[in-house]
């Protein structure tokens, strides 16, 4: 962060410099009595660089990302457009009335813009000002033609090389107007301690004193020139500063552009792992009512029909219960499994056909029940443990729905080689239900069709009341695989 200037040092370095440019310009005719040297190519380029520097700087000024600096200086940059484009205009003319009414003019809308800076309100709307500056331009550019296409029409500004008292009016008009946005900036200063303004302060001010001397000297005389060239100085010294300035804001927008996007992949990282968390939750979700609750059901059932055992059948029921008492410990151990994030279920650790062929005889004595089971060993062998795990999930909640909901008295479970799949299907003769009204509301249901986009397998679910309901589940194998096993 750049210091700013103390008042006192900035006064200093104002005044000492205007009082010196004032010195040098009064000394000069008294080392070179009625000396001239008449270069218009040189005084062209001096002035087709002092226009196009003014231009440049109206555009830097209202390029400003701050919106109240923009409102500041709306006036100065429109000041220096009209004088960057009627300097242009003097650049290409020759001397004469039009030559010397067009520098006047430049000098005039120039201290305008300066002195406009007293009057500057806070409502100032963007669209407005845009539209305002084209107008200007606009205006200028046929001031400008006009003073080439119609000399005759011009006023008497030079008559013998000096000029007229009507050249001289609009000179000191501006220097006035010039000296009074100094006041202005070094008020603002004194108040906001902003090298910009201190700047803007010095330049107004040399700005002042250079029309102030231009009425008392003579075209291609020594304080002529000085003056032309001081200016031109003062011109460049602000620009560069004030791009400076520009430059150093663009560097902090691409700071905080890089500091916005590294803000943004932070919240992307937190939108994924939030993803993932929820993600994780569901499947959670999903292997537990799959998983644990479907084994809890069953445990209930093998207890109620070790309840009717007792009063006839006590050893068979104690029995029963010791089996129960085993598969509830299998459970707990699931649940602590899914507690601690491991994927790890008892039922899994044994090959796909055995824990088929348990979980139907469970069912098949847990209830008045009859599953039939046809499994082909190929085709459980052609299953990953994934694959494995998520048909056995399946295949629970089937048998579960066949046994809570659809009142079913029988049905079969099969697992058989495809042509191109491995195929599970579920078959029950119980109630049935309408599938566009009870499937999006059966969790189990869900579960089911998301396991199988996890697979990228087909599930189909075919029921109607009344007659019953056939669950198919196909996970795509290679043809090859499948010919192989075959």
Known sequence: MRKAVRPFSLYLIIGSGSVAALLVSLGLPMLFPGWRWQHEPLHSTIE???????????????????????????????????????????????????????????????GLGFALV????????????????????????????????????LPVLIRQGEFTPTAIAPKSIACMLFLAGALYFLLDYRSTRKSKDGMFAGLALMFGLAELMFTYSIMWDGPWWFWHWLRLMAYLLVLWYVGRGYLSTLSELQISLAQTQQAEESVRRSEQQLRDMLEERERLAQDLHDGAIQSIFTL??????????????????????????????????????????????????????????????????????????????????????????????????????????????????????????????????????DIDIDQNHGYG??????????????FELA???????????????????VAASI
Request: hydrophobic fraction near 40%.
């Open 445 to 458: 249901l869900r579960n089911m069709a998301e396991r199988a986009r996890r697979l990228g397998a087909r």
């Open 300 to 433: 209930g059932l093998s207890l109620e029909r070790c309840q009717r055992l007792i009063p006839k059948h006590p050893k068979e029921a104690i029995s029963k219960i010791g089996d129960a008492i085993t598969d509830l410990k299998l459970v707990i151990r699931d649940l602590r499994s899914y507690i601690s994030g491991i994927e790890s279920d008892s039922e899994h650790e044994r090959p796909l056909g055995e824990a088929i062929a348990s979980l139907v005889d469970t069912m098949n004595h847990s209830a008045p029940f009859n599953f039939r089971m046809h499994v082909d060993p190929t085709a459980a062998l052609q299953l990953t443990q994934e694959e494995a795990t998520h048909v056995l999930y399946i295949l629970k909640e089937a048998m579960s729905n066949c046994l809570r909901h659809a009142q079913a008295k029988s049905g079969s479970v099969s697992l058989q080689m495809q042509s191109k799949s491995v195929r599970l299907e579920v078959e029950d003769d119980g109630c049935g239900f």
């Open 118 to 153: 007293w009057l500057r309100t806070s409502e100032h709307r963007r669209t407005n000002d845009v539209s305002i500056l084209w107008l200007i331009a606009m205006g200028t550019f046929a001031f400008g033609i006009w003073t080439f296409g119609f000399p005759e029409q």
């Open 48 to 110: 087709a660089l002092g226009g196009l520097t003014a231009i440049a700087m109206a555009i830097v000024l209202l390029s400003s990302t701050q919106e109240q600096a923009r409102k500041k200086f709306y006036p100065v940059a429109g000041g220096f457009l009209t004088m960057g484009l009627l300097e242009i205009f003097h650049a290409l003319s020759t001397p004469g009335n039009g030559f010397v009414l067009l520098r006047s003019m430049a000098s005039l809308v120039g």
């Open 463 to 481: 029921s109607q009341k009344g007659k019953g309901t056939h669950i198919i589940f196909d996970i795509r194998k290679k043809e090859s695989h």
